[in-house]
């Protein structure tokens, strides 16, 4: 199982923002856009570009959300079989079939109406149950000179309405899935538009510092300190030559850090035609490393496991885990199929549970409902220190926690449904603290032990060790493909390295 640790570079929003601000911002806006002197009609201007945006991706969301609207739920109610007149119909062929050139037709149909129509609505049931219908089902006093026929239409109208019922069981379901689609992308288009409305907290001072400071390093150009919607300060650097300020960046970090009052990472550089810039972002507390490790099933070539974990532009880390069902290449093959398709959505900064959502409806429209591959997505925010679980069909995921004797506690997320069921995806966060292990692994490392009582009673920090003792733990012969991950979170400042490349 491969699993690779690639920065991940800007979200899908922020590329459509930054595309249509830099095509609408007039020319004599543009330069000014990072002035941080006392008139800040441009961070005006800005947001009034930013608002609009906004504006046309909520329409699109509410577009979207009257799409799925036009796939109503109440379609199933028009199923073959239901209702007054679907229960009633299945006897509608025998009747124009056998009745209407019945000589007793006038008998039954116009003197003895009543009771006809009692014996058919009594026989439903028991016609119903069975699936075909039989003279013994009308009664005693049902008294119809051609049963055996009128039996047959029945029948063979049954037979027809099943076919119609599991066609329309099937349109029903593409639609359910279509809908969610369209709900999933109002939902995402929503929240580019919180996103992109949101004006950032400029700190104008802490700005006017700064070029100050790129100033003394012989520099000049536009600064902008701001606090994002996460409330994590963010410092922008742009001019026409970097070259000064880049040759020194542990020394410009350390101090830029000293005027921000807070510690910062090491700068992003990009570089343009006219303007290169320098992005520094604040230092986040925590951090994680990761170990896994990987079984495949006896007599198999490869696992039938995927998994992949890296982190994105803020310091989140994203670990995803598939596991194919069956074992061998075809499993493998699934799996790696939605852990790229997944990953693809996180990367483009699509959020975990939409990403998840949009996977699983090309799963069950692919597989008919087969459930290809599970999915297991964890997210871990190390300035907030929440964590998020996303699960489609995926085995549980165990946070040990270390207590005050120096012990072990477990704690466990169970937020998945069953594979290959409508709104089986499902999310569960928690809050870290300093020195929890996340464990997750694939169903086949959770059989034959007690994977609990392992977890807390391997007396290891190191996420390495502790997937291989786990491994080592379980019983020999693998009946299945398994997996284990696992990733502990601390407190930065501690030594600690952070893993890269395959594992």
Not at 359 to 376: C, F, M, N, P, Y
Not at 462 to 477: E, S, V
Request: aromatic letters at 6%; hydrophobic letters at 35%; proline letters at 2%.
């Amino acid at each position: 199982m491969a699993f690779r640790d690639v920065m991940y570079f800007s979200g899908a929003a922020e590329i459509l923002a930054g595309c249509l601000i830099a095509c609408m911002v007039p020319e004599r806006f543009k330069k000014a856009l990072f002035d941080t002197g006392e008139d800040n009609g441009s961070e005006r201007c800005l947001q009034q570009i930013r608002n609009r945006i906004a504006a046309k991706l909520a329409g699109m969301s509410e577009a979207y959300e009257a799409m799925a609207d036009t796939y109503s739920e109440d379609r199933r109610e028009n199923s073959a079989c239901t209702g007054e007149k679907g229960r009633f119909g299945i006897f509608e062929k025998a009747c124009a079939d056998v009745c209407a050139f019945c000589e007793m037709k006038n008998h039954c149909w116009c003197e003895n109406a009543g009771a006809m129509r009692s014996a058919l609505e009594n026989s439903l049931e028991s016609i119903m149950a069975r699936g075909r219908a039989s003279a013994s089902d009308f009664g005693e006093g049902f008294d119809c000179a051609r049963i055996e026929d009128f039996c047959d239409g029945i029948t063979e109208t049954l037979k027809e309405k099943r076919r119609e019922m599991i066609s329309n069981g099937t349109r029903y379901d593409e639609d359910m899935r279509v809908r969610r689609q369209y709900r999933t992308i109002s939902e995402i288009l929503d929240g580019s538009a919180e996103e992109i409305g949101e004006e950032p907290q400029y700190e104008r001072g802490t700005g006017m510092a700064v070029k100050r400071l790129i100033a003394s390093y012989g520099a000049e150009g536009d600064v902008l300190v701001y606090r994002d919607a996460r409330g994590v300060l963010r410092v922008e650097i742009c001019a026409e030559d970097i070259t000064a300020l880049s040759a020194r960046p542990e020394e410009l970090t350390e101090e830029i850090s000293e005027a921000a009052g807070c510690l910062l990472e090491l700068p992003v550089q990009t570089v343009g035609k006219e303007y290169s810039c320098l992005s520094f972002k604040e230092r986040a507390r925590f951090d994680c490393s990761v170990g896994a490790t990987a079984e495949k099933r006896n007599g198999e070539s490869v696992s039938g496991d995927c998994g992949t974990y890296f982190k994105n532009e803020d310091g989140s880390m994203f670990i995803i885990l598939c596991d194919g069902m069956g074992s061998g290449e075809m499993a493998h093959e699934h799996a790696k199929s939605v852990m790229k398709l997944c990953e693809s959505f996180l990367r483009a900064g699509v959020p975990p549970l939409n990403s998840a959502e949009i996977v699983s409806s090309s799963l069950e429209q692919h597989d008919r409902g087969a459930g290809a591959a599970t999915l297991d997505i964890t997210v871990i925010d190390p300035y907030s220190s929440v964590l998020t679980s996303v699960k489609y069909g995926a085995a549980p995921t165990y946070i040990r926690h270390r207590t005050a004797d120096g012990r072990y506690s477990l704690s466990k997320i169970c937020a998945g449904g069953g594979g290959g069921e409508l709104y089986a995806v499902a999310e569960a966060s928690t809050e870290l603290k300093d020195g929890d292990m996340v464990i997750m692994v694939s169903d086949g490392a959770e059989t034959g032990v007690s994977l609990e009582k392992a977890i807390v009673g391997v007396m290891t920090d190191d996420p390495i060790d502790l997937c291989d003792i786990l491994m080592r733990m379980l019983p020999g012969g693998a009946a299945d493909d398994r997996t284990v991950i696992a990733v502990n979170y601390f407190a930065r400042g501690r030594s600690s390295v952070y893993e890269k490349g395959k594992i």
